[in-house]
């Protein structure tokens, strides 16, 4: 079935820095590929998706590209602030009656 | 608006009590979703509904009990809770499921539960 494999934590990193957190997938098809971010105390939101491969899905300054030659979509900042600490989840479609997969969420801090 | 709201924000219950946590959504959305979410771990599948009807159940105890009264709400009764389902309860929410799971579910803030 659909899995994810993403980077895991905890990551620091010094405010305005250049972040990257790794995900890469195995899925039947092109299924939709998701990020989500989790702040302290709070639910997931959505902070970006894309639909189809060469889409690039971007929000908040965070931008991710839908690779399928390297099954890959990595999501990457280009100056991270403190307001950006928190969990961030890789995400697709599962198969069968799995209606999404989770990686298991990286750690960010990010320290003035 | 993508908004899916939860009641209440925390919860503490005995292991005898009967509590209800509340979802809604006014997306027009026909499918909706409960999750449970362990510190530092990702959320898990507990129920999905499609057009108010039980979709899966992922095995889930039957001290939890999934209710969808309309389209827009969902609800999670609680009884007889072990402190093991102490945990952060999500709600989502997607367009519908037509289209198999392609579409984007939107979560609540989730309820935070602690089970004594």
């Known amino acids: 079935g659909n899995s994810v494999t993403q980077m895991e934590g905890p990551v620091t990193l010094s405010e305005e820095a250049f972040l990257t957190i790794n995900c890469t997938y195995t899925a039947t098809g092109y299924p939709s590929?998701?990020?989500y971010?989790?702040?302290p105390g709070e639910?997931?939101?959505?902070?970006l998706k894309a639909t189809k491969a060469d889409d690039k899905g971007s929000n908040k300054g965070f931008e991710a590209t839908y690779?399928?030659?390297?099954?890959?979509?990595?999501?990457?900042?280009?100056?991270v602030q403190v307001s950006d600490s928190a969990v961030y989840f890789c995400a697709l479609p599962g198969?069968?009656?799995?209606?999404l997969v989770?990686?298991?969420g990286t750690r960010l801090s990010v320290i003035a | 608006d993508t908004e899916v709201t939860q009641t209440p924000k925390h919860l503490v219950m005995g292991m005898t009590n009967k509590?209800?946590?509340?979802c809604e959504q006014h997306m027009g959305h026909r499918a909706m979703y409960w999750y449970k979410q362990k510190a530092k771990k990702p959320p898990e599948l507990m129920f999905v509904y499609s057009y108010e009807k039980l979709s899966i159940n992922e095995s889930v105890p039957s001290r939890f009990s999934p209710?969808?009264?309309n389209s827009s709400l969902l609800n999670l009764h609680l009884h007889a809770l072990q402190p093991e389902d102490s945990a952060l309860y999500l709600c989502a929410s997607s367009q519908d499921l037509a289209g198999g799971y392609q579409e984007t579910q939107y979560f609540g803030p989730g309820t935070r539960l602690l089970v004594l």
């Open chain 1, 33 to 35: 590929l998701f990020w």
């Open chain 1, 37 to 39: 971010v989790q702040y």
């Open chain 1, 43 to 47: 639910g997931l939101q959505l902070l």
């Open chain 1, 67 to 79: 690779r399928k030659e390297t099954t890959s979509f990595h999501l990457e900042k280009g100056s």
């Open chain 1, 95 to 99: 198969s069968g009656n799995t209606p």
């Open chain 1, 102 to 104: 989770f990686g298991k």
């Open chain 2, 19 to 22: 509590k209800s946590l509340k």
């Open chain 2, 67 to 69: 209710e969808c009264p």
